[in-house]
């Protein structure tokens, strides 16, 4: 089994900064996709950025040149970083990873449990 742990949501005013972190443990061979994605209320989940197997990053146009999404495999962490936050950020983030348990295996999708970011005069 394999969880995903995020951290680093809380509130924040707009303009301001926030780093959010995702703990990947348990039986990981590779993180092969991870990725944050985000649900504000009455919307649907929405993918913000992600990193795929060869490093290529991607992320969504509203958080483009303000959201930057790093990794670590060898300590199974990614982050996101977000600057410029606006109203409109508000909402749950949910780190996901496309993790290998072992080599040759087909990648089996995971999710964290979700940290609020609020961001609010």
């Known amino acids: 089994q394999v969880q995903l742990v995020e951290s680093g949501g809380g509130l924040v005013q707009p303009g301001g900064s926030l780093r959010l972190s995702c703990a990947a443990s348990?039986?990981?061979?590779?993180?092969?996709?991870m990725a944050w994605y985000r649900q504000a209320p009455g919307k649907q989940r929405e993918l913000v950025a992600r990193i795929l197997y060869d490093g290529t990053t991607n992320y969504a146009d509203s958080v483009k040149g303000r959201f930057t999404i790093s990794g670590d495999k060898a300590k199974n962490m990614f982050w996101l970083h977000a600057n410029n936050l606006k109203p409109d950020d508000t909402a749950i983030y949910y780190c996901?990873?496309?993790?290998?348990?072992?080599?040759?295996?087909?990648?089996?999708?995971?999710w964290g449990h979700g940290t609020q970011v609020t961001v609010s005069s």
């Open positions: 996901n990873a496309e993790v290998q348990t072992a080599r040759g295996l087909v990648p089996v999708d995971y």
């Open positions: 348990g039986n990981i061979f590779d993180l092969v996709i």
